[in-house]
Nanobody, 119 residues
């Protein structure tokens, strides 16, 4: 099982990025998927998750209204659209696959993609 995250980079404050996480090795169409992030010197924190059908989404308060999460079960891929980025969004972003369908209990982790937001 592999989770390959991509789409990170350097962006100015107010800009946008779209992260992708492609899963391989097995289908995760029946599992919730999500994103976490870890800023330098801080613990990893929850960002967003989406249920297996896409019908339930949840976001950290710090990103509500700016980030959206979606998934394509045919492509076994989850996306994180990040708009109105702020310097405090700078972190390594990790995708995760949950051990269940609706809530986010990480069972598998991707390798992380770095997002840097300049002021």
């Amino acid at each position: 099982v592999q989770l390959q995250a991509s789409g990170g980079g350097l962006v100015q404050a107010g800009g946008s990025l779209r992260l992708s996480c492609a899963a391989s090795g097995r289908s995760f169409s029946s599992a919730a998927m999500g994103w976490f992030r870890q800023a330098p010197g801080k613990e990893r924190e929850f960002v967003a998750h989406i249920s297996w059908t896409g019908g339930i989404t949840q976001f950290a308060d710090s990103v509500k209204g700016r980030f959206t999460i979606s998934r394509d079960n045919v492509k076994n891929t989850v996306y994180l659209q990040m708009n109105s980025l702020k310097p405090e969004d700078t972190a390594v972003y990790y995708c995760a696959v949950s051990s269940n369908r609706a809530t986010m209990t990480p069972a598998y982790w991707g390798q992380g993609t770095l997002v840097t937001v300049s002021s």
